[in-house]
């Protein structure tokens, strides 16, 4: 058996997706993935894809909505960039910092807000497209970006910042077209993801760790990561 599952964003593909198939491909060991990092969203009507995971909501009447969640950001920065340039206390405090830049995060909405900031910085240090490629620059120090509030229970060379308490939200789905949500293996993918990576709770170990760093960073309360 083969499956085809095209995954739209390089986050989810690149980053999030494979410890989550792990325990699939043990027990499929039959059916074959293919995962194709894209912001390009393929054409389902066209059955360019099986399965999408989509930062856009669907509106095509032959598609069906197997699951959707929703990722908290707020801006993160290494413990070396902080150590050389200080941690800004507030939103307005980024207007002295090297700011990293995602191309495709939305610019509408709680969103406005982080677009605003980098259309009129004066330190743009690095842009990019790639969820992946935004992520490692942080890491490395180039300066301070949107993040996943998960990264702060996996990267501990990561540092989440309170800012405002800004914190924009990112909706996504897993969809695919109505006449494959009833193939087997395409059955037996959509209920591992929704399962996985839609799952409402983070592991044990990233939770702990997450808890962890916000005791460090003196965050008064944690916000759901990834819920349904």
């Not at 929703?70 to 340039?85: G, K, N, T, V």
């Not at 207007?95 to 995602?102: A, E, F, G, N, Y």
């Not at 490395?140 to 308490?165: C, K």
Request: with cysteine; net charge negative.
């Amino acid at each position: 058996m083969h499956g085809n599952a095209t995954i739209n964003r390089d986050g989810i593909g690149g980053y999030w997706l494979p410890p989550r198939l792990v325990e699939f491909h043990r027990t499929h060991p039959e059916i074959t993935i293919e995962v194709i990092c894209s912001n390009d969203v393929p054409d389902l009507g066209k059955m360019e894809a099986d399965i999408v995971v989509t930062y856009e909501q669907p509106i095509n009447p032959n598609l069906v909505v197997l699951a959707r969640a929703s990722i908290d950001f707020r801006p993160f920065a290494s413990r070396e960039y902080l150590q050389l340039y200080g941690t800004p206390k507030n939103l307005a405090d980024l207007q002295t910092h090297r700011i990293c830049d995602h191309t495709e995060y939305p610019k509408t909405g709680e969103w406005q807000t982080w677009a605003e900031i980098v259309r009129d910085h004066p330190c743009v240090s690095y842009r990019t497209n790639s969820s992946i490629t935004l992520g490692h620059n942080t890491l490395y120090g180039a300066g301070i970006s949107l993040q996943p509030v998960a990264l702060a229970g996996l990267e501990p060379n990561l540092v989440m910042l309170e800012l405002d308490d800004y914190s924009p939200r990112l909706d996504f789905w897993l969809v695919c077209h109505r006449e494959n949500k009833d193939i087997p293996r395409m059955r037996a993918l959509i209920d591992h993801l929704k399962t996985t990576l839609f799952a409402e709770k983070m592991s044990a170990s990233v939770q702990e760790r997450l808890q962890s760093h916000l005791l460090e960073t003196g965050f008064t309360r944690d916000r759901i990561v990834i819920h349904k």
